[in-house]
């Protein structure tokens, strides 16, 4: 590192003087966001647990959930290929979305049964 001695210098883009700065202040202690960041990217995996357990209970009692079960399944998927800390809350949207989807299923084939849409 050159030392200031406070002398014009010639420089293509004219003449400069080199003036002694004061030496930069401390680093502030850096803040770790690297939390608050996950949790923030984590948002399409918790709506997919969420949904899908939603979705996955109340199929077991109504077919009409079928929405919230396909609903689970989109952000689950959503959550796998945006998110790289969520995976296993997707995982588990996803597989309870599909087992929504499946006792959705079950009571739209009986009331197709019931209502004689089917045959019996």
């Not at 960041?37 to 199929?59: F, L, M």
């Not at 009409?64 to 998110?83: T, Y």
């Not at 499946?102 to 197709?112: H, L, T």
């Amino acid at each position: 590192m050159p030392v200031d001695t406070g002398q014009l210098r010639s420089l293509s883009t004219g003449q400069l003087l080199l003036v002694h700065r004061p030496p930069l202040p401390e680093p502030v202690e850096h803040v770790d966001v690297a939390d608050d960041d996950d949790a923030q990217r984590r948002v399409y995996s918790w709506i997919s647990v969420i949904t899908g357990t939603i979705g996955g209970i109340a199929s077991l009692f109504v077919g009409w959930m079928l929405p919230v079960s396909l609903a689970a399944i989109v952000f689950g998927v959503l959550g796998l290929r945006r998110e790289e800390h969520g995976r296993s809350l997707a995982f588990a949207g996803i597989g309870t979305g599909v087992g929504g989807l499946v006792f959705s299923a079950v009571w739209i084939g009986y009331y197709a049964i019931v209502f004689g849409a089917l045959p019996r």
